[in-house]
T-cell receptor, first 113, second 115 residues
Framework: QQQVKQSPQSLIVQKGGISIINCAYE??????FPWYQQFPGKGPALLIAIRPDVSEKKEGRFTISFNKSAKQFSLHIMDSQPGDSATYFC????????????FGSGTQLTVLP | KAGVTQTPRYLIKTRGQQVTLSCSPISGHRSVSWYQQTPGQGLQFLFE???????NKGNFPGRFSGRQFSNSRSEMNVSTLELGDSALYLC??????????????FGPGTRLTVT
């Protein structure tokens, strides 16, 4: 009930391409969905987050698409750059427990120059 | 504004020992959460502290404990270390309950190796 399933496990994209990472959740009580980026040897860095009252949120080259009925959300990275090569995690939390994040398993993104 | 700081960054301990990790949140943040990151289990929530009180606890044995001080700094302790406790321990800070923002910001982590 608390799981967040993330796919793909790894992704290779050419520079300038679009990277798409998908997540699905089970608990309909989740109401906060952030994405984190993690480089080796670093802690996860908050990229972008969405609440279920909107279907899309865009910040720069990063966009979250949210489908409440399908219980799915995705991260789109436009014009992917080699510097975007990192591991990406989706997460979800319950209202009132917003600091207790349930994470997906991660996607290792490689952007080829 | 300084980010989340964690000390020490690296630690090597022997099975059966105990360890204490420290976290200083972003200035003004009053909530501190701890997570364990391993290749096999991924990122898992340990516990959250706010106003020196534990608000939430994840599915970890009682060997894992924590506390928070009046200045919002937090420590976590692991007693009777096992090989499986080897992991990156991450601390995240946020403004806390009663605020309109949910964002959590992570520190660099403490890499614990148990031999």
């Amino acid at each position: 009930q608390q799981q967040v399933k993330q796919s793909p496990q790894s992704l290779i994209v050419q520079k300038g391409g679009i990277s798409i990472i998908n997540c699905a959740y089970e608990n309909t009580a989740f109401d906060y969905f952030p994405w984190y980026q993690q480089f080796p040897g670093k802690g996860p860095a908050l990229l972008i987050a969405i609440r279920p009252d909107v279907s899309e949120k865009k910040e720069g080259r990063f966009t979250i698409s949210f489908n409440k009925s399908a219980k799915q959300f995705s991260l789109h990275i436009m014009d992917s750059q080699p510097g975007d090569s990192a591991t990406y995690f989706c997460a979800a939390s319950l209202s009132g427990s917003a600091r207790q994040l349930t994470f997906g398993s991660g996607t290792q993104l490689t952007v080829l120059p | 504004k300084a980010g989340v700081t964690q000390t020490p960054r690296y630690l090597i301990k022997t099975r059966g020992q105990q360890v204490t990790l420290s976290c200083s949140p972003i200035s003004g943040h009053r909530s501190v959460s701890w997570y364990q990151q391993t290749p096999g289990q991924g990122l898992q929530f340990l516990f959250e502290y706010f106003s020196e009180t534990q608000r939430n606890k994840g599915n970890f044995p009682g060997r894992f404990s924590g506390r928070q001080f009046s200045n919002s700094r937090s420590e976590m302790n692991v007693s009777t270390l096992e090989l499986g406790d080897s992991a990156l321990y991450l601390c995240a800070s946020s403004l806390g309950p009663g605020t309109a923002t949910y964002e959590q910001y992570f520190g660099p982590g403490t890499r614990l190796t148990v031999t």
